[in-house]
């Protein structure tokens, strides 16, 4: 996925990887209001609906992987970062800019309907009843068919679909966290992929260079063999969500990580806090195990931790 410089710092001004659509949150009227970044998969339209809050979109800026968009480009089950304003009452609200990230884009590997899983550049993403198929349908999925998808990641590293597509584009792109790098070897893994990233080029990389955890886009000009990828680009993307001090969050996803009795991950990298005073719905803090579906929402510290005024776990499916 070449980039023409089109890159909002951190995916702020983004985005993994199921879409909860169950989880649109009827508390998000009691919640966030004034200048607001919210990520959810785009759950209806009118404009845009993205965590149970209607967005008007006529006048952002959209960008989808990458590349300058058109509102009417947005479709459901998009994983959407939106960054503008919400009314008091957390219902509707006016977004400056929309940012879609795709998690995988490139060919099939191989297909379970049963199971509902597909893998393709060596993840392995799982979709359910709420995964939305566009132009593509699980069924007629072949190894060698070329798609898109959007969601979450969860806990073991698989993408949780919310979408699955045509590729927008004839590439291959893959979004994950760094594991066992490997400077010497110039290798790193994506859960099951190695990715040999000697010849590549490396964009955004934080001072101290490419390291275990961080969020990086590896693209490439050939599939896997054997679960070996040749990088032509590894771009440091740092986080799904993230925001300065004092701004307003909420977040959708699966727990990733438990981090203590009052802190965890969502979508591997966003931290959330929670206290006594935190609201919980439909569950409370023992709930919030690995891969709870939930939405978190709240304020910004300043290192950028979510500090929970509420959170709503997900309807049981």
Not at 53 to 63: K, P
Not at 140 to 152: C, H, M, Q, R, T
């Amino acid at each position: 996925m070449m980039r023409n410089g089109w890159r909002l710092v951190a995916l702020v001004a983004m985005v993994v990887a199921v879409a909860m659509a169950a989880c649109s949150s009827s508390s998000t009227g009691g919640g966030i209001g004034g200048t607001s970044r919210v990520l959810g998969a785009i759950s209806a339209f009118g404009s845009i609906v993205v965590n149970g809050v209607t967005f008007d979109v006529d006048q952002a800026s959209v960008t989808i992987d990458g590349e300058p968009s058109a509102p009417a480009d947005l479709q459901l089950g998009m994983v959407a970062a939106v960054s503008g304003t919400i009314d008091a009452g957390g219902r509707t609200g006016v977004a400056e800019t929309v940012v879609v990230e795709l998690l995988v884009q490139g060919p099939v590997q191989s297909v379970d309907p049963a199971s509902g899983t597909i893998r393709a550049l060596s993840q392995s993403i799982l979709s359910d009843a709420t995964t939305v198929f566009d132009g593509v349908s699980l069924p007629d999925l072949a190894p060698g068919d070329a798609i898109a998808v959007s969601g979450f990641f969860d806990a073991e590293g698989r993408i949780r679909a919310s979408r699955v597509s045509p590729p927008i584009e004839d590439e291959i792109a893959l979004i994950g966290t760094i594991q066992d790098l490997d400077l010497g070897a110039s290798t790193f893994r994506l859960n099951a992929l190695v990715v040999r990233f000697g010849s590549a080029l490396i964009k955004n990389a934080p001072p101290g260079g490419l390291a275990d955890g961080l969020l990086v886009e590896v693209d490439a000009d050939d599939p896997p063999e054997d679960d070996v990828m040749d990088a032509i680009e590894v771009d440091a993307i740092g986080s799904f969500l993230s925001g300065d001090e004092g701004d307003l969050l909420e977040v959708e996803g699966f727990v990733t990580e438990v981090l203590g009795a009052n802190e965890f991950v969502v979508n591997a990298t966003q931290r959330v806090r929670f206290d006594d005073a935190t609201i919980f719905v439909r569950g409370s803090a023992a709930d919030v195990v690995l891969n709870a579906r939930l939405e978190a929402e709240g304020t910004a510290d300043a290192n950028g931790v979510l500090q929970a005024t509420e959170i709503e776990l997900a309807p049981d499916d």
